[in-house]
């Protein structure tokens, strides 16, 4: 990867729009990525929070070629390819690198429980198969398998792995990863956790890749603008309110369905998450008063 090619900034894990019969909701999908666009964040498709999980292999496919057309160039799209099997990640990663998106990203097998010589051969494999660059993508807490600094650090080395998306969710695995990246100059962390965006920047990371972005587009894109500016008082003052939302709304079940709960509060055309996620109507009510003083539906 050449520093001319750096794939950087903030960037949010869309959510993925449903209709009423659960169906794939394009033009609603169309609408959050050129919302994005417009407070310049840059758009990761089919992630956690597009629900990757609970989306078939065509949908993942039509989802991240709606995204590069939407975003038609304004922002980078990067779009996630990871299976529980090799063979799958491999064979949607050669479908999606022809879309036009930057990169991919693959988290790792979930199910099995792999050794770090498992997951060394699974990302060189996926990474020798495919021509577009590939992040690695720790998120143990959702796969049970965690991917440790060192076996990250051997996986830099592969020409074709430029960096990791760490969502461990700990400052302590974050700063492990931006150790490697300090070392070189090909490789980079985007970090995951939306309470570290600011740590992160600061140790080096060259972006991030945001599930609260959906609902706060404008104070994403400000703790970014606001580091690379010098401003530290801004940057503190919007990381902070990020933060805080995190905090209030995490505590009230499975993150991804609480953001697209909140987001559709004001945007009731996003929809539901797919079912097995069922949201009380004690949680409903208590989201929709997080949502009604952070949604952000402009810059």
Known sequence: M?????????????????????RVEFAALRRQVKRQASAGNGVFCAGTNGEFYALSFDEKLA??????????GRVPVLAHIGEISTHQTIALGKTIQGLGVKAVSAITPS?????????????RRVADALTVPVYLYNIP???GN??????????ADHPNIIGIKDSAGSQESLDAFLAIAR??????VLVGPDSLVLHGLRNGAAGCISGLGNIA??????????FVAGDDATADARQTHFSTLRKDLYALGFPPAMVKRALRSAMPEVGASRLPVCISADVDS???AIAAEYVELRD
Do not use: M, W
């Open 183 to 188: 070392e070189r100059d090909d490789f980079d």
């Open 111 to 123: 199910f099995i429980a792999c050794s770090q010589t498992e997951l060394v051969e699974h990302y």
């Open 141 to 143: 807490a959702r796969t």
């Open 63 to 72: 989802v991240a070629e709606t995204c590069v057309e939407a975003a038609d």
């Open 2 to 22: 050449s520093t001319t090619s750096k794939i950087g900034g903030p960037f949010v894990a869309i959510v993925t729009p449903f209709d009423g019969d659960e």
């Open 286 to 288: 208590r989201i929709a």
């Open 217 to 226: 587009p404008a104070t994403l894109n400000a703790i970014h603008a606001a």
């Open 146 to 155: 965690t991917l440790d600094p060192e076996t990250a650090r051997i996986l």
